[in-house]
């Protein structure tokens, strides 16, 4: 069987984990690329505890973060993307602290503990596996990067009414507010 690619034709099936790795490796590269040849925007945006320097600079140091929380994030996603995400902070009674996310006010800050609360067992067990971590300390280190992520992904301070997309939209909006 041929299976080379001609003119026209679709390239061969890539597996979505595979094919997503290689948009944020991309994504990534990019950014840490503008960055380290003194782009403006997003290296001076802010410093290493947060900010969009901060998000680079975690994405260079744990990129599988970063997949994690647009995991969470993602209307394909475990949660059902911000919709979702939402609807569990309010049975939580954290509703306030999303919306703040949300809001062109101060984020305000969330425990990895009253994130485990938020999430519930399931999702951060698979966020957990996917950092090669304790779920304990997946909920930390997503608390550390989901307030940012989620501010800066909507600068109007407004929630997008469908949510942020599936993955690959929100890498491409990752990427797009990264390089800015």
């Known amino acids: 069987m041929d299976v080379s690619v001609r003119a026209g034709a679709l390239p061969p099936f890539i597996p979505l984990q595979e094919n997503t790795m290689g948009l944020l490796d991309s994504v990534l590269g990019a950014v840490i690329n503008n960055a380290s040849q003194g782009g403006s925007g997003a290296a001076a945006a802010g410093g290493a505890g947060g900010g969009l320097g901060g998000l680079i600079s975690l994405a260079a140091q744990n990129p599988q973060l970063v997949q994690a929380v647009m995991s969470l994030l993602s209307n394909d996603g475990p949660v059902g993307g911000l919709p979702g995400l939402m609807a569990k902070f309010q049975q939580a ?81 990752l990427g797009g507010l990264l390089q800015k």
């Open 93 to 173: 009674g954290l509703g306030n602290v999303i919306a703040s996310w949300l809001s062109a006010g101060p984020n305000h800050a969330i425990s990895g503990e009253q994130l485990s609360q938020v999430l519930g067992s399931g999702p951060l067990s698979q966020v957990a596996a996917q950092l090669g971590v304790a779920p304990g300390a997946a909920a930390g280190q997503l608390a550390q990067v989901l307030p940012g992520l989620v501010d800066h992904l909507s600068p109007q301070g407004q929630a997008p009414h469908g949510g942020f997309g599936n993955t690959n939209d929100l890498l491409g909006m």
